[in-house]
């Protein structure tokens, strides 16, 4: 599996060892209790990072939502319009699986009722559309880096019991470790730049955190 930037598996394994280690000799061990954060949450933004910030492209969800009814409609029709006996046979195979995952008889309930799939996904889509249009906006900031910025804040705040600042202006130790975090990463961008992104979006969320 390729990582974000290219990363290989083993390169990924070494910079969350690196970043460990920096943990570890800057801020002392996680605590025995709590969430003892680590480099493995500070990395969470790099595989996922619009998703821990709530943060989406609204124009880009929404043309996969209606790609999406586009493409149920289609297999709808096109599984009716197969032969009845080919239709048959499969749905008949289908009901003969046996799938530990899958209730009894599941699949011969799917595949009898495909007809229904167009009317559930219409069902559901005005849900989908509402959570597009009330999630905050990705805008043209680096999500992965202001991710890992407040992650970073979150570390800090565990193994020091003190909470981080908000702008690496304010400064001295704290401005260390965010420069110390990032190159134990080897991210590109600047954590400063990072961190005063973090702050910004912080800023347009319905709720404080």
């Known amino acids: 599996m390729a990582w974000p930037g290219s990363w290989t598996d083993d390169e990924f394994e070494s910079s969350q060892k690196e970043l460990d280690k920096f943990l570890d000799e800057h801020l002392g061990p996680a605590p025995a209790i709590g ?8 990395m969470m933004p790099l595989w996922l990072p ?4 709530g943060a989406m492209n609204a124009q880009r969800e929404r043309e996969k939502l209606a790609k999406l ?14 032969h009845s ?9 289908g009901a003969a699986i046996e799938d530990a995952n899958l209730p ?20 559901i889509l005005p849900s ?17 880096n202001a991710g890992i910025a407040r992650h970073l804040q979150a570390v800090w705040f565990e193994r020091t019991g003190t909470h981080a600042p908000n702008s690496m202006t304010e400064a001295g ?10 190159n134990a990463l080897r991210l590109p961008g600047n954590p400063r730049a990072a961190l005063d992104s973090w702050r910004a979006f912080r800023a347009t969320l319905p709720e404080r955190e």
């Not at 130790?173 to 975090?181: L, S």
């Open 85 to 93: 006996d080919v239709r048959g046979e499969m749905e008949l195979l």
């Open 50 to 53: 619009s998703a821990g910030l």
């Open 128 to 144: 989908a559309r509402k959570v597009i249009d009330t999630a905050p906006r990705a805008g043209r900031r680096n999500l992965v």
């Open 104 to 123: 009894e008889h599941a699949m011969k309930l799917y595949l009898s009722r495909i007809h229904r799939l167009v009317g559930l996904i219409d069902e």
């Open 35 to 42: 969430d003892r954060l680590d480099a493995e949450y500070v």
């Open 69 to 82: 009814r586009q493409l149920v409609n289609e297999f709808s029709k096109l599984w009716y319009s197969l």
């Open 173 to 182: 130790c704290f401005a260390e470790f965010m420069i110390g975090a990032f």
